[in-house]
Protein backbone atom coordinates (compact mmCIF):
# COMPACT_ATOMS: atom_id res chain seq x y z
CA UNK A 1 0.00 0.00 0.00
CA UNK A 2 0.60 3.39 0.01
CA UNK A 3 3.79 5.04 2.23
CA UNK A 4 4.09 8.81 2.91
CA UNK A 5 6.88 10.13 4.31
CA UNK A 6 7.35 13.23 5.52
CA UNK A 7 10.25 15.48 6.70
CA UNK A 8 11.41 17.48 9.15
CA UNK A 9 9.13 16.76 11.98
CA UNK A 10 10.28 19.96 13.47
CA UNK A 11 11.26 23.63 11.70
CA UNK A 12 11.76 26.69 13.84
CA UNK A 13 11.80 30.02 11.34
CA UNK A 14 12.17 33.63 11.92
CA UNK A 15 9.05 35.64 11.07
CA UNK A 16 9.05 36.63 7.51
CA UNK A 17 11.09 33.71 6.74
CA UNK A 18 10.15 30.93 4.04
CA UNK A 19 9.40 27.60 5.25
CA UNK A 20 9.43 24.61 3.04
CA UNK A 21 8.00 20.77 4.16
CA UNK A 22 8.91 18.12 1.79
CA UNK A 23 6.93 14.60 1.54
CA UNK A 24 7.54 11.59 -0.65
CA UNK A 25 5.20 8.50 -1.62
CA UNK A 26 5.89 5.15 -2.45
CA UNK A 27 2.47 4.77 -4.85
CA UNK A 28 2.97 5.45 -8.68
CA UNK A 29 -0.74 5.48 -8.79
CA UNK A 30 -1.45 8.01 -6.02
CA UNK A 31 -3.04 11.36 -7.71
CA UNK A 32 -4.31 13.51 -5.32
CA UNK A 33 -2.02 15.40 -2.80
CA UNK A 34 -3.66 17.37 0.00
CA UNK A 35 -1.75 19.43 2.92
CA UNK A 36 -3.45 19.93 6.28
CA UNK A 37 -2.69 22.56 8.76
CA UNK A 38 -3.52 20.96 12.55
CA UNK A 39 -3.92 24.04 15.39
CA UNK A 40 -3.77 22.55 18.86
CA UNK A 41 -7.16 20.69 20.19
CA UNK A 42 -8.50 20.58 16.40
CA UNK A 43 -8.83 18.64 13.52
CA UNK A 44 -6.95 19.22 10.62
CA UNK A 45 -7.89 21.89 7.25
CA UNK A 46 -7.05 21.59 4.60
CA UNK A 47 -4.60 24.52 2.85
CA UNK A 48 -3.75 23.31 -0.18
CA UNK A 49 -3.63 19.98 -3.01
CA UNK A 50 -2.60 19.17 -5.91
CA UNK A 51 -3.45 16.96 -8.41
CA UNK A 52 -0.80 14.83 -10.74
CA UNK A 53 -1.87 16.40 -13.86
CA UNK A 54 -0.62 19.74 -12.34
CA UNK A 55 3.19 20.87 -11.12
CA UNK A 56 2.88 23.76 -9.23
CA UNK A 57 -0.27 25.24 -7.53
CA UNK A 58 0.10 29.00 -5.88
CA UNK A 59 -2.09 30.27 -3.33
CA UNK A 60 -0.94 33.62 -1.67
CA UNK A 61 1.74 32.92 0.56
CA UNK A 62 1.06 29.13 -0.07
CA UNK A 63 2.18 26.97 -2.90
CA UNK A 64 3.24 23.23 -3.30
CA UNK A 65 5.13 21.51 -5.97
CA UNK A 66 4.82 17.94 -7.39
CA UNK A 67 7.50 16.17 -9.22
CA UNK A 68 5.61 12.65 -10.21
CA UNK A 69 8.64 11.31 -11.56
CA UNK A 70 10.70 11.17 -8.22
CA UNK A 71 7.21 11.47 -6.28
CA UNK A 72 8.17 13.81 -3.99
CA UNK A 73 5.91 16.59 -3.10
CA UNK A 74 6.63 20.38 -1.25
CA UNK A 75 5.21 22.99 0.48
CA UNK A 76 6.12 26.32 0.26
CA UNK A 77 5.25 28.92 2.69
CA UNK A 78 6.33 32.36 2.24
CA UNK A 79 6.60 35.33 4.04
CA UNK A 80 5.96 33.23 7.26
CA UNK A 81 3.61 34.86 10.39
CA UNK A 82 3.10 33.82 13.71
CA UNK A 83 -0.35 32.51 13.38
CA UNK A 84 1.26 30.09 10.44
CA UNK A 85 2.60 28.33 13.78
CA UNK A 86 0.81 24.83 13.47
CA UNK A 87 1.24 21.19 12.77
CA UNK A 88 1.21 20.56 8.95
CA UNK A 89 0.71 16.99 7.11
CA UNK A 90 1.04 16.24 3.63
CA UNK A 91 -1.02 13.33 2.47
CA UNK A 92 -1.56 10.97 -0.57
CA UNK A 93 -4.35 9.27 -2.22
CA UNK A 94 -4.93 7.06 -5.57
CA UNK A 95 -8.81 9.51 -6.19
CA UNK A 96 -11.56 7.30 -6.19
CA UNK A 97 -9.93 3.96 -5.92
CA UNK A 98 -8.14 5.11 -2.42
CA UNK A 99 -7.73 6.79 0.47
CA UNK A 100 -5.92 9.00 1.82
CA UNK A 101 -2.84 8.27 3.35
CA UNK A 102 -1.09 10.74 5.86
CA UNK A 103 2.84 12.10 6.89
CA UNK A 104 4.10 12.28 10.34
CA UNK A 105 3.57 15.87 10.47
CA UNK A 106 5.95 18.64 10.80
CA UNK A 107 5.50 21.14 13.54
CA UNK A 108 6.40 24.64 12.09
CA UNK A 109 6.97 27.43 15.24
CA UNK A 110 7.11 31.04 13.72
CA UNK A 111 9.19 33.41 15.85
CA UNK A 112 8.43 36.61 16.00
CA UNK B 1 -20.25 27.36 7.03
CA UNK B 2 -21.10 23.57 6.56
CA UNK B 3 -19.02 21.57 8.89
CA UNK B 4 -18.31 17.50 10.38
CA UNK B 5 -19.99 17.75 13.76
CA UNK B 6 -18.65 15.09 16.27
CA UNK B 7 -19.29 14.27 19.98
CA UNK B 8 -17.87 14.07 22.81
CA UNK B 9 -15.28 16.29 22.59
CA UNK B 10 -14.09 14.52 25.34
CA UNK B 11 -14.02 11.08 27.00
CA UNK B 12 -12.56 9.56 29.89
CA UNK B 13 -13.28 5.87 30.34
CA UNK B 14 -12.13 3.19 32.36
CA UNK B 15 -10.04 0.47 30.76
CA UNK B 16 -12.50 -3.01 30.11
CA UNK B 17 -16.09 -0.33 29.70
CA UNK B 18 -17.82 0.58 26.52
CA UNK B 19 -17.31 3.88 24.48
CA UNK B 20 -18.78 5.52 21.48
CA UNK B 21 -18.32 8.22 19.41
CA UNK B 22 -20.57 10.41 17.04
CA UNK B 23 -20.44 11.78 13.99
CA UNK B 24 -22.54 14.07 11.66
CA UNK B 25 -20.53 14.97 7.85
CA UNK B 26 -21.90 17.45 6.30
CA UNK B 27 -24.63 16.97 4.01
CA UNK B 28 -24.61 15.82 0.78
CA UNK B 29 -21.51 14.10 1.25
CA UNK B 30 -21.28 10.34 0.84
CA UNK B 31 -17.99 9.12 1.92
CA UNK B 32 -17.31 9.03 5.57
CA UNK B 33 -14.14 8.42 6.94
CA UNK B 34 -13.28 7.42 10.84
CA UNK B 35 -9.72 8.23 11.90
CA UNK B 36 -7.18 7.81 14.71
CA UNK B 37 -4.52 10.53 15.63
CA UNK B 38 -2.52 9.17 18.09
CA UNK B 39 -0.26 12.74 20.23
CA UNK B 40 2.49 13.29 17.87
CA UNK B 41 1.64 11.38 14.45
CA UNK B 42 -0.46 11.54 11.52
CA UNK B 43 -4.24 10.17 11.25
CA UNK B 44 -4.70 6.42 10.58
CA UNK B 45 -7.22 5.69 8.76
CA UNK B 46 -9.89 3.29 10.59
CA UNK B 47 -12.80 2.79 8.56
CA UNK B 48 -14.30 3.92 5.65
CA UNK B 49 -18.30 4.41 4.29
CA UNK B 50 -19.65 4.73 0.77
CA UNK B 51 -23.01 6.16 1.57
CA UNK B 52 -24.01 3.04 4.27
CA UNK B 53 -21.10 0.43 3.01
CA UNK B 54 -18.19 -0.48 4.08
CA UNK B 55 -15.63 0.36 1.67
CA UNK B 56 -12.26 -0.28 3.86
CA UNK B 57 -12.28 -1.71 7.08
CA UNK B 58 -8.82 -3.37 6.60
CA UNK B 59 -7.09 -1.42 9.58
CA UNK B 60 -10.38 -1.34 12.05
CA UNK B 61 -8.96 -3.96 14.91
CA UNK B 62 -12.74 -5.90 14.88
CA UNK B 63 -12.39 -7.68 18.11
CA UNK B 64 -13.08 -4.38 19.82
CA UNK B 65 -14.01 -1.70 17.54
CA UNK B 66 -17.41 -1.83 15.01
CA UNK B 67 -18.68 1.25 12.89
CA UNK B 68 -22.25 1.71 11.17
CA UNK B 69 -23.63 4.30 8.91
CA UNK B 70 -27.04 3.09 8.99
CA UNK B 71 -28.91 5.39 7.24
CA UNK B 72 -25.93 6.63 5.55
CA UNK B 73 -25.57 10.13 7.23
CA UNK B 74 -24.55 10.17 10.62
CA UNK B 75 -22.31 7.34 12.02
CA UNK B 76 -21.28 5.72 15.24
CA UNK B 77 -17.86 4.32 16.67
CA UNK B 78 -18.17 1.86 18.99
CA UNK B 79 -15.09 0.25 21.40
CA UNK B 80 -15.40 -2.59 23.56
CA UNK B 81 -14.04 -3.49 25.40
CA UNK B 82 -11.49 0.09 25.71
CA UNK B 83 -7.93 -1.09 26.40
CA UNK B 84 -5.14 1.86 27.43
CA UNK B 85 -3.91 1.82 23.81
CA UNK B 86 -7.01 3.30 22.46
CA UNK B 87 -6.16 6.61 23.98
CA UNK B 88 -6.20 9.14 21.40
CA UNK B 89 -8.05 12.00 18.95
CA UNK B 90 -10.57 9.80 17.08
CA UNK B 91 -10.91 12.43 13.97
CA UNK B 92 -14.34 11.80 11.55
CA UNK B 93 -14.06 13.92 7.98
CA UNK B 94 -16.67 13.67 4.82
CA UNK B 95 -15.90 14.36 1.16
CA UNK B 96 -18.10 14.54 -1.58
CA UNK B 97 -16.46 12.57 -3.91
CA UNK B 98 -13.87 9.33 -2.40
CA UNK B 99 -10.60 10.49 -2.72
CA UNK B 100 -10.52 13.04 -5.05
CA UNK B 101 -12.13 16.20 -3.16
CA UNK B 102 -11.48 17.62 0.23
CA UNK B 103 -11.76 15.62 3.20
CA UNK B 104 -13.02 18.19 6.03
CA UNK B 105 -12.83 17.03 9.39
CA UNK B 106 -14.64 16.89 12.67
CA UNK B 107 -12.75 18.69 15.81
CA UNK B 108 -12.49 14.85 16.97
CA UNK B 109 -12.78 13.31 20.02
CA UNK B 110 -10.09 12.82 22.82
CA UNK B 111 -10.34 9.81 24.33
CA UNK B 112 -8.21 8.59 27.65
CA UNK B 113 -8.25 5.31 28.53
CA UNK B 114 -7.54 4.81 32.48
Known amino acids: GENVEQHPSTLSVQEGDSAVIKCTYSDSASNYFPWYKQELGKGPQLIID?????GEKKDQRIAVTLNKTAKHFSLHITETQPEDSAVYFC???????????FGKGTKLSVKP | EAEVAQSPRYKITEKSQAVAFWCDPISGHATLYWYRQILGQGPELLVQ????????DSQLPKDRFSAERLKGVDSTLKIQPAELGDSAMYLC????????????FGQGTRLTVV
Open chain 2, 49 to 56: FQDESVVD
Open chain 2, 93 to 104: ASSFVRGETEAF
Open chain 1, 50 to 54: IRSNV
Open chain 1, 91 to 101: AASRGSQGNLI
